[in-house]
T-cell receptor, first 113, second 115 residues
Framework: DAGITQSPRHKVTETGTPVTLRCHQTENHRYMYWYRQDPGHGLRLIHYSYGVKDTDKGEVSDGYSVSRSKTEDFLLTLESATSSQTSVYFC????????????FGAGTRLSVL | AQTVTQSQPEMSVQEAETVTLSCTYDTSESDYYLFWYKQPPSRQMILVIRQEAYKQQNATENRFSVNFQKAAKSFSLKISDSQLGDAAMYFC????????????FGQGTRLTINP
């Protein structure tokens, strides 16, 4: 298994509170990604990073921010959680080589009440 | 922007039989990669098979094979000799050969194996 750890694995929070999800890798891969999974939509990209302090928006970035201060850590922050952000969140990592594969973490189930 | 469509929300097959999951995609690029991921109830995303667009030969991995039709932008997954452990959500995904290697996923197909 690729060395990817997501924390927490489960979280219940209230509307309006800030939430931070953490993705930690031990593979030293350059690329890191945050996706959300919702029924009927598959996985959709929120934000991604192509290096330390280098990040960019994905398809569904509104209401989310990210930070990457170290190669191994990629944080996803919901500044003020809303019920529409109830979802399962996946982190993925990928090396630079063009034929590479993305490896996924185990996911974080977030419920915003 | 690229899109991926899986038109079969659910499929079922008898154990030991063969099943084919459909996937179509839309892109203006000529160089890209296509993937099938499996997601069992554990929620873990597991890579099943990968196809490079520049390769005409269809990829195979044991009981899993694809039918890649580049002109038709079709990428179906065939599972032979279906086993109970194959029951899962299956996602088709596209990735450009350029840029940040982001994956674009289809909506998923839930596969049930009947004993």
């Amino acid at each position: 298994d690729a060395g990817i750890t997501q924390s927490p694995r489960h979280k219940v929070t209230e509307t309006g509170t800030p939430v931070t999800l953490r993705c930690h890798q031990t593979e030293n891969h350059r690329y890191m990604y945050w996706y959300r999974q919702d029924p009927g939509h598959g996985l959709r990209l929120i934000h991604y990073s192509y290096g330390v302090k280098d990040t960019d928006k994905g398809e569904v970035s509104d209401g989310y921010s990210v930070s990457r201060s170290k190669t191994e850590d990629f944080l996803l922050t919901l500044e003020s959680a809303t019920s529409s952000q109830t979802s399962v969140y996946f982190c993925a990592i990928s090396p630079v080589e063009p034929s590479n594969i993305q490896y996924f973490g185990a996911g974080t189930r977030l419920s915003v009440l | 922007a690229q899109t991926v469509t899986q038109s079969q929300p659910e499929m079922s097959v008898q154990e030991a039989e063969t099943v084919t999951l459909s996937c179509t995609y839309d892109t203006s690029e000529s160089d890209y990669y296509l993937f099938w991921y499996k997601q069992p109830p554990s929620r873990q995303m597991i890579l099943v098979i990968r196809q490079e667009a520049y390769k005409q030969q269809n990829a195979t991995e044991n009981r899993f094979s694809v039918n890649f039709q580049k002109a038709a932008k079709s990428f179906s997954l065939k599972i032979s000799d279906s086993q109970l452990g194959d029951a899962a959500m299956y996602f088709c995904a596209y990735r450009s050969a350029k840029g940040a290697q982001k994956l674009v996923f289809g909506q998923g197909t839930r596969l049930t194996i009947n004993p």
